[in-house]
């Protein structure tokens, strides 16, 4: 059975960059499609962005457009988010999983975005 760590985050100004890590074991994530989500308080967990099992970026959620990049290595197991102009508003506890969220959710890595 695939187990996601996330890492990576932390407390970031803004206009600030984070590269978020997800680093499976278990199995190989090279049999999915792959995906970050994040969770704000108060909010439910949303979709930021989709990337293939060749590694082709399927979606970006609009809100990260231009500034999120999404990518993995399937030789490491690794999934990656690298996070460029951050914002306030981006201060969410991240998560990755498969597009289907058929792995049991990790502990996510928090991402706080202040000055």
């Known amino acids: 059975q695939v187990q996601l760590v996330e890492s990576g985050g932390g407390l970031v100004q803004p206009g600030g960059s984070l590269r978020l890590s997800c680093a499976a074991s278990g199995s190989s994530i090279r049999l999915y499609t792959m995906a970050w989500y994040r969770q704000a308080p108060g909010k439910q967990r949303e979709l930021v962005a989709t990337i293939n099992k060749e590694g082709n970026i399927i979606n970006s959620a609009d809100f990260v457009k231009g500034r999120f990049i999404i990518s993995r290595d399937n030789a490491k197991n690794i999934l990656y988010l690298q996070m460029n102009s951050l914002k306030p508003e981006d201060t969410a506890v991240y998560y990755c999983?498969?597009?289907?969220?058929?792995?049991?959710w990790g502990q996510g890595t928090q991402v706080t975005v202040s000055s």
């Open positions: 999983n498969t597009q289907s969220r058929s792995i049991s």
